[in-house]
């Protein structure tokens, strides 16, 4: 088992920043390849980024490149989420995932472990 505790989230006008953080608890967090994830009211669940499990690969969703960047910290068992240049269409909760059978997680299925979502609310 992986716990996923998120945090960060909350109110920002547009062109403002986050960072979303995610602690991992349980098993070996550093065999895991880490993702984020984020759901709109009555949009279905979509891919945000993903990072290999020594961060040496990242892979993000054409919405948020080059604006989101995606890190991870083994030694701390965190994986980061910094958003940049935020825009009303990013507002939705943001979920951190978990993942032992791939080495990036760009689909809701290959995950094994989700958080239980922060807030990300942005004003225009």
């Known amino acids: 088992q992986v716990q996923l505790v998120e945090s960060g989230g909350g109110l920002v006008q547009a062109g403002g920043s986050l960072r979303l953080s995610c602690a991992a608890s349980g098993r070996t967090f550093s065999n895991y390849a880490m993702g984020w994830f984020r759901q709109a009211p009555g949009k279905e669940r979509e891919f945000v980024a993903t990072?290999?499990?020594?961060?040496?690969?990242?892979y993000y969703a054409d919405s948020v490149k080059g604006r989101f960047t995606i890190s991870r910290d083994n030694a701390k068992n965190t994986v980061y989420l910094q958003m940049n240049s935020l825009k009303p269409e990013d507002t939705a909760v943001y979920y951190c995932?978990?993942?032992?059978?791939?080495?990036?997680?760009?689909?809701?299925?290959?995950?094994?472990?989700w958080g239980q979502g922060t807030q990300v609310t942005v004003s225009s």
């Open positions: 995932a978990a993942g032992l059978r791939s080495p990036l997680i760009t689909i809701a299925t290959r995950v094994d472990y």
């Open positions: 990072i290999t499990w020594n961060g040496g690969s990242t």
